[in-house]
């Protein structure tokens, strides 16, 4: 399948903090301007739920809101126009006993789904980003559990 178009990408990383507190920092719109690099310096906007920051790639104004789904530690980030945001980016993070971690530990997975209108040079820097935001998500919330002890 040498020529079928990337659908989805994912990256995964184990991270150094405890389930609950890695989720609550995935579940915080202003955080998410910490390491999305597509939304840096997050802030709300006028509209309730709605959060908008700057991309570091071409310095667009880009919009997103956050849905958590604590019974799965699931977070759903829709992204888009403020009128029209459609679900395209998941975090899920793996709790330390469903994979044989230490208590102190679990995975976070970022997963992304490719519209079918994206040009492929755009999905590629999409992919890109996301393998470094894992990093920076996971720096910074080891750095808040490092505090946290």
């Given at each position: 399948?040498?020529?079928?178009?990337?659908?989805?990408?994912?990256?995964?990383?184990?991270?150094?903090?405890p389930a609950?507190?890695?989720?609550?920092?995935?579940?915080?719109?202003?955080?998410?301007?910490?390491?999305?690099?597509?939304?840096?310096?997050?802030?709300?906007?006028?509209?309730?739920?709605?959060?908008?920051?700057?991309?570091?790639?071409d310095?667009?104004?880009?919009?997103?809101?956050?849905?958590?789904?604590?019974e799965?530690?699931?977070?759903?980030?829709?992204?888009?126009?403020p009128?029209?945001?459609?679900?395209?980016?998941?975090?899920q993070?793996?709790?330390a006993?469903?994979?044989?971690?230490?208590?102190?530990?679990?995975?976070?997975?970022l997963?992304?789904?490719?519209?079918?209108?994206?040009?492929?040079?755009?999905?590629?820097?999409?992919?890109?980003?996301?393998n470094?935001?894992?990093?920076?998500?996971?720096?910074?919330?080891?750095?808040?559990?490092?505090?946290?002890?």
């Amino acid at each position: 399948m040498t020529d079928v178009p990337a659908l989805a990408h994912s990256v995964t990383a184990l991270i150094d903090a405890p389930a609950e507190l890695t989720f609550a920092f995935l579940c915080d719109p202003v955080q998410v301007g910490n390491w999305a690099l597509s939304s840096m310096q997050a802030q709300p906007t006028e509209t309730p739920g709605i959060y908008s920051g700057c991309s570091l790639f071409d310095r667009a104004q880009n919009h997103f809101a956050v849905t958590p789904h604590p019974e799965m530690l699931v977070v759903e980030y829709r992204v888009g126009p403020p009128g029209a945001l459609t679900p395209r980016i998941r975090a899920q993070v793996i709790r330390a006993e469903s994979v044989g971690l230490a208590p102190t530990n679990c995975y976070l997975t970022l997963t992304a789904w490719r519209p079918a209108d994206m040009p492929a040079a755009r999905w590629s820097r999409l992919c890109a980003a996301h393998n470094v935001e894992i990093w920076l998500i996971k720096e910074q919330v080891e750095a808040a559990a490092q505090a946290a002890r």
